[in-house]
């Protein structure tokens, strides 16, 4: 198991930016893929972006293409979410998760993925 810790939420105004921080500690690999889920009140837990360890190939949601950035830095075992152009829509509590990978990657499946952050709440005001 890998443990994982986020930090970086807080409030914004519409427009503004905030970056994420996901650090990783415990069993890492370089076979992980990390990923970044966010859940509204009252709804799911939706995929925002994910990225490799070891190639660095990145995926994201739809919603969020062009304004939000992952990265990771392999040397401090961290995962970040660098978010521009914040909306209000872009409310929720973001999680970082790890997905030990076996050859194939599932980026977007919440069900693949074995670890999870606690969390960080981000709010964009209007």
């Known amino acids: 198991q890998v443990q994982l810790v986020e930090s970086g939420g807080g409030l914004v105004q519409a427009g503004g930016s905030l970056r994420l921080s996901c650090a990783a500690s415990?069993?890492?690999?370089?076979?992980?893929?990390m990923g970044w889920f966010r859940q509204a009140p009252g709804k799911e837990r939706d995929f925002v972006a994910a990225?490799?360890?070891?190639?660095?190939?990145?995926y994201y949601a739809d919603s969020v293409k062009g304004r939000f950035t992952i990265s990771r830095d392999n040397a401090k075992n961290t995962v970040y979410l660098q978010m521009n152009s914040l909306k209000p829509e872009d409310t929720a509590v973001y999680y970082c998760?790890?997905?030990?990978?076996?050859?194939?990657?599932?980026?977007?499946?919440?069900?693949?993925?074995?670890?999870w952050g606690q969390g960080t709440q981000v709010t964009v005001s209007s």
């Open positions: 998760a790890a997905q030990e990978t076996y050859g194939l990657v599932y980026p977007r499946s919440a069900l693949k993925y074995a670890s």
């Open positions: 415990g069993r890492t690999k370089s076979n992980y893929a």
């Open positions: 990225v490799t360890w070891n190639t660095g190939s990145t």
